[in-house]
């Protein structure tokens, strides 16, 4: 989707916003400030990396204080180049959105505002005891709550890192008894902050990745909560995705008293970027890969492995969207692993020009389970291999296999999606940092033997982020769901002429 495609687009669409939004994309690796203008275009972006810290193998943590000192810095810088650059002041933007990586867990003093202990990551693994002995204690039973959250037992899910934190650590276990603990996700971490310590909230796809809110009713479940040992007081208030969250701290001058009007996790942050309509499919390719089908106002329960989760809620009065994931573990991830820890090329011209050069793998199989298997599997004790390898194999084989085995996954995860939702897959719209390379993207279609749609905008998590943001009546800005929807459909319609042109 060119040039060409976006021209038309931008002719018959005109303007979506009538004021600036900007939005914090708060990732696994890094944290970004991205500004849209009036015709949902990027601005101005600035980027930070943050450290991975590992201290024991499977183990991942991240410092809440270095993640919250980056994002105001990427917004600070956002805001100046923006007036420097383009002459935008800071009256001009209207209103803030938050989306951020799921599941990933912070614990904090409600006294001092302070962390007690590093962020634990959604791809750390240490509470796979943990989460074992639940489902032990469960009948062996991996989905015993999955009718009433969705989700099956595993360490990939916030409870398990709650209750890991209030019996390992002793500043957590002790704020708990003296009522001085809040927990939350990123998201909650970086509005906590960000109003100055005055508000403690998430929007509803945060919590439906914790194991503790009610897919039915949309609020924190007693039983669940019970069962997890997660005192319910430590947990933030649940909000729609779009809707007003409180106003940014004078003190954070840049962007002083801007109203947040907009949260949502990731993931589902992309769907709202593609605008996906029921019974269509996205698929993010960062860190890991993760797939997500609407399904419309209705939950589907998953017989085949996958999660049942939010997709958005634009407005407190307005019915949810729910959705199908397929989470799958490693994506980028394991490419970058071959490029820094095996060395099997130097940079991204070099990995097309290598996995081009062959036919295939070479009867060469990866299996990309660094961090066990997520969905459909879910084996916590998987571990990632390399099968077939001869004296015939090359780099470009391993590389090829690499390739391969990330867009099996994803092949494998829609498969056992299309067995939910009882239809096939007309075609699967696809964002993320690897999505640039063309010969993965053209490998990702062959294997799922149907269209794969790259849109020309790269920030689509970002993008959906502003759309929850601006369509809040407190976002102030001139957008509707609705409004934008339909210029979806134009631009599948075009899409679909120009490929038939050519």
């Not at 809040?182 to 929007?203: E, M, P, Q, R």
Request: charged content about 20%.
């Amino acid at each position: 989707i060119n040039a060409e495609y976006m021209g038309i687009m931008i002719k018959y669409l005109g303007r979506h916003f009538s004021k600036y939004v900007l939005t914090i994309d708060q990732g696994t690796t890094s944290s970004r400030a991205v500004l849209f203008n009036t015709e949902c275009r990027i601005v101005e972006l600035f980027q930070k990396e943050h450290k991975q810290i590992t201290p024991k193998p499977g183990w991942v943590e991240h410092n809440p204080q270095e993640i919250i000192s980056n994002v105001i810095d990427c917004v600070s810088n956002v805001v100046q180049r923006a007036r420097e650059n383009h002459h935008i002041k800071a009256s001009e933007i209207a209103c803030l959105g938050i989306t951020n990586q799921r599941e990933t867990t912070v614990a904090w003093s409600k006294k001092t505002g302070l962390p007690l202990h590093n962020a634990l990551v959604w791809l750390d693994s240490r509470t796979f005891d943990l989460a074992n002995q639940v489902v032990s204690a469960h009948g062996n039973d991996i989905n015993f709550f999955k009718k009433l959250c969705g989700l099956p037992i595993h360490s990939y899910f916030s409870a398990l890192k709650m209750l890991w934190l209030l019996q390992n650590s002793s500043k957590v276990a002790a704020a708990a008894k003296e009522n001085d603990l809040c927990f939350g996700t990123i998201d909650s971490w970086i509005i906590y902050n960000l109003t100055g310590k005055k508000v403690h909230a998430t929007d509803v796809t945060n919590a439906s990745r914790t194991m503790l809110m009610n897919l039915n009713n949309l609020h924190w479940d007693d039983y669940l909560c019970r069962e997890f040992s997660i005192p319910l007081e430590t947990l933030p208030t649940i909000q729609s995705c779009s809707g007003f969250f409180g106003a940014v701290d004078k003190s954070i001058e840049c962007i002083a008293n801007l109203p947040i009007t907009g949260v949502i996790g990731d993931q589902q942050s992309a769907c709202l970027g593609h605008l996906l309509e029921p019974g269509e499919a996205k698929c993010t390719y960062g860190t890991g890969c993760f797939v997500l089908l609407n399904t419309g106002n209705k939950s589907i329960q998953s017989n085949n492995g996958m999660l049942t989760t939010l997709c958005y809620k634009l407005g407190e009065n307005e019915k949810p969207f729910y959705a199908l994931e397929g989470s799958i573990e490693m994506g980028g991830a394991s490419i970058l692993w071959a490029k820094k820890n095996l060395q099997l090329f130097t940079d991204y011209n070099e990995l097309t020009q290598l996995v081009s050069s062959v036919k295939g793998s070479g009867d060469v199989f990866f299996v990309p389970a660094f961090s066990g298997l997520y969905a459909p599997h879910w084996r916590s004790d998987a571990r990632g291999l390399f099968i077939g390898l001869s004296q015939h194999t090359t780099r470009a084989h391993m590389l090829r296999s690499i390739i391969d085995g990330m867009c099996f996954r994803v092949k494998e995860v829609i498969e056992a999606m299309e067995k939910d939702a009882k239809t096939p897959l007309a075609r699967l719209k696809v964002d993320g940092g690897v999505t640039v390379n063309d010969f993965i993207m053209q490998n990702q279609s062959n294997a799922l033997g149907t269209m794969v749609e790259r849109k020309s905008e790269s920030e689509m998590t970002a993008l959906g982020c502003a759309i929850a943001a601006g369509i809040s009546k407190e976002g102030n800005v001139s957008v509707s769901y609705t409004h934008l929807r339909a210029h979806e459909t134009l631009r599948y319609l075009v899409c679909r002429l120009l490929l038939e042109k050519k």
